[in-house]
């Protein structure tokens, strides 16, 4: 039995649906993937997916890419098409595969309720479903696998992703530390830059260090975050997706916004504080009950806007006050994560 999962993007989706990965490998199923180059990184050469195709981002996509993915994607023959984004573009690309079964939500239940015209079998959630976890494994009902709850994310770790890590923080030789990560995203989902130098300066009192991450075309944010910081922050060394993982497993705490490094955080089961204003934390969130939310909530809420004049801000009311006691209590001694080392 072969599965192809369509989950093009973003980083924080990508890694929301890697439970469903590990459900459908445990079911005996064969795994194909088709995902966009920027979360590649993540899946490259994963044991679980027998058959990885990437896409470049919609606006560089030529004609004569597209007819060679679609052909390596009926070259597999797959028996169905999981679509787990919801968007035209994912449910054209789940029909163009070929398979004789494609799989995706209901019209209430996708980004684009338009696309599930393109869906001939359309599952809807139940109530109590809330978290986008739980939200791709329900889709796995179709195929007989009950695996509402399951929170295995396979992420490899490959040794030269250890390595990069540990000559990093040998370099710069830094103590038990904090990952604050201010980018990725859209702007108004992100904390201002000057909030975690607050936050660094806070917790160097404390005797805990910050290292401040940062993604391709975020050096300028991480540095702002230093500069705010009075120089009690450093700026990361470089890491791809992968390294980054690694770099949270030896971090006694991330805080980040509702993106992608804080998800691979969560997945990799580092205590995190994670802030939120225009989306909702019970559908993305920390799944962990002892991680610690930090939140304003504005009229518009749960919105999934990029711009909204009516969440606009919202995320320059939480103070760095609020944030370092959610860190304090993420980190009193009953509830201290397990050593990573």
């Not at 180059?37 to 896409?55: E, K, N």
């Not at 009950?146 to 040794?159: H, I, K, S, Y």
Request: glycine share 8%.
């Amino acid at each position: 039995m072969k599965a192809l999962i369509v989950r093009l993007s973003s980083i924080g989706d990508v890694v929301h649906t890697l439970p469903a990965l590990a459900s459908l490998r445990k079911g005996g199923w064969d795994i194909g993937w088709l995902v966009e180059t920027p979360a590649l990184t993540l899946l490259d050469g994963h044991p679980d997916i027998m058959h990885l195709v990437s896409l470049p981002r919609s606006g560089g996509v030529r004609l004569a890419t597209l007819r060679a993915t679609r052909n390596l994607l009926r070259e597999q023959a797959y028996d169905v098409v999981l679509d787990m984004q919801g968007l035209w573009k994912s449910a054209i690309w789940a029909r163009l595969a070929g398979a004789s079964r494609v799989v995706g939500f209901a019209p209430q239940w996708r980004k684009e309720p338009g696309s599930a015209f393109l869906i001939p079998e359309q599952v809807n959630l139940p109530e109590q479903v809330t978290h986008v976890v739980d939200k791709n494994l329900t889709l796995l009902r179709s195929l007989s696998i009950e695996a509402v709850g399951d929170r295995a994310f396979p992420l490899p770790r490959r040794q030269e992703n250890i390595d990069h890590v540990e000559h990093g923080l040998a370099e710069m030789s830094i103590g038990p530390f904090a990952i604050l990560n201010p980018g990725g995203g859209w702007a108004t989902k992100l904390w201002p830059a000057e909030r975690f130098g607050e936050l660094a300066r806070a917790l160097k009192e404390r005797g805990l260090e910050s290292l401040v991450t940062w993604g391709p075309g975020e050096e300028r944010l991480a540095d702002r975050v230093v500069e705010a910081s009075g120089d009690t922050a450093r700026r990361c060394f470089a890491t791809t997706l992968s390294q980054y993982a690694e770099l949270a497993r030896r971090a006694r705490i991330v805080v980040a916004a509702d993106t992608g490094p804080l998800h691979l955080a969560c997945a990799v089961k580092t205590p995190v504080v994670a802030l939120f204003g225009p989306t909702d934390p019970a559908r993305n969130g920390p799944f962990d009950p002892v991680d610690g939310v930090v939140r304003r909530v504005p009229l518009c809420a749960p919105c999934y806007r990029r711009r909204c004049t009516a969440h606009d801000g919202v995320m320059k009311a939480i103070h760095t006050d609020e944030v370092l006691r959610a860190i304090e209590r993420r980190l009193t001694p009953g509830l201290r994560a397990k050593s990573h080392a």
